[in-house]
């Protein structure tokens, strides 16, 4: 066992302490500690501003924000979905009566392949519901394409997606609407907390009344709504994680491109090139480990962790294999062989802005080193 200290996948960041004290002040000296308080308020105005959209709605994680999110556009019957990503995805539908319809992943970018979106609709098929996965945008035009022909709605699962743009701005503009989270693993947290983004004020206002048990008023209940609200608190740390966000992306890109250097050329390791966008959030770091490699990716696994490293297998199981998905038909392993292969392959390397060098160095010559050792 390494006596070094722990590597995790990720360590959320955090800002200085004492910048945070001032903003917990006001709250006490004010007494509002939630119900679109001014924090809330503020947080989504500055929202708005950085990721460049033009209306957000703040919620108390991403996943209540997943399921309002269904709510909202009123989405029933079935949802084509990818069983590659966070289990939160589907369990929104299914805390909707909702059935998932999974479709495969492509290849290069391990998103929804819009190639097989078709096949699966059924007269049921109301939505298509996305996931930006790693921060890596979809194929937005060819599902956007395929949502026109067939009256659908897209939401995406957008919460590996914080501060991504590409041409035209914010992916956070395509689709219907856009859920983000803001959960202590992801590039920009508040604790807990998620948020939708939506294009129009009506829709906005539906999602506010959806996120405060439906209350339109006093005396005015429309919906069964949820209690999804962020607090004060959540919200003033979203203010001034706001303040540090393009220093840790920047960070962080400087990461990923130490780790394109420093892993390239092992035999059987491979790793996605760079997303085609404008400015990407290099929210993980996932290798695939091949046949070629003398290790089998659970072994890598297994030899990093006993060095006190501990990356992370995300997607692995895939959705579709988890008890309550396994016996819907769209989850038999002949409709997602792309996923399964690269759910038994992935393997996601620490990335987060604290990450040192020498810490990142090690992680790299590990991985490099089961080759030389086991080929010799
Ligand atoms: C983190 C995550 C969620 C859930 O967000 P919470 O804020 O933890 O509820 C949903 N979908 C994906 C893809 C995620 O990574």
Redesign the pocket.
């Known amino acids: 066992m390494s006596s070094e200290k722990p590597i995790y996948v990720t360590q959320p960041f955090l800002p200085p302490l004492e910048e945070f004290i001032p903003y917990l002040e006001k709250i006490w000296k004010s007494k509002v500690l939630t119900n679109n308080g001014p924090f809330h308020r503020e947080l989504e105005q500055a929202q708005c501003r950085y990721l460049g959209i033009d209306y957000i709605s703040l919620f108390a994680?991403?996943?209540l924000a997943?399921v309002t999110a269904l709510q909202a556009l009123r989405i029933t019957g079935e949802v084509i979905t990818t069983p590659y990503?966070?289990v939160?995805?589907s369990h929104a539908l299914l805390w909707n009566g909702i059935k998932p319809v999974f479709v495969d992943i492509e290849p290069d970018s391990f998103n929804l392949d819009p190639a097989l979106i078709e096949a699966a609709i059924t007269p049921q098929t109301t939505a298509i519901m996305p996931?930006h996965c790693y921060g890596r945008p979809c194929n937005i035009k060819a599902i956007q394409h395929i949502a026109d022909n067939y009256n659908l709605k897209v939401i995406y699962?957008a919460?590996?997606a914080f501060g991504v743009r590409d041409d035209g701005g914010s992916i956070l503009r395509h689709g219907d609407l856009s859920v983000l989270?803001?959960?202590a693993t992801?590039v920009f947290n508040t604790f807990?907390?998620?948020a939708i983004v939506c294009p129009d004020a009506k829709t906005k206002i539906r999602i506010d009344h959806l996120k405060n048990f439906g209350y339109v008023d006093e005396l005015t209940v429309v919906a069964p709504g949820i209690n999804g609200k962020m607090s004060e608190f959540n919200a003033a740390l979203g203010l001034l994680q706001l303040k540090y966000v393009d220093q840790v992306l920047a960070e962080r890109q400087r990461i990923d491109s130490a780790y394109r250097v420093k892993l390239d050329g092992i035999l059987g390791i491979r790793f996605l090139p760079l997303p085609e966008v404008q400015s990407g959030n290099y929210a993980y770091f996932p290798i695939l480990v091949g046949p070629e490699y003398p290790l089998s990716r659970d072994e890598l696994n297994e030899r990093l962790r006993q060095h006190n490293i501990y990356p992370r297998r995300y997607f692995y199981p895939l959705i579709s294999e988890f008890p309550m998905y396994r016996g819907f038909p769209s989850a038999r392993h002949d409709n997602l062989p792309m996923a399964l292969e690269i759910a038994s392959q992935v393997l996601c390397l620490p990335i987060y802005s604290e990450l040192e060098e020498q810490e990142q160095e090690r992680i790299a010559h590990l991985v490099s080193s089961f080759v030389q050792k086991t080929s010799i």
């Open positions: 994680n991403g996943t997943l990503s966070f939160a995805t996931v699962d919460s590996h989270s803001f959960h992801k807990e907390g998620g």
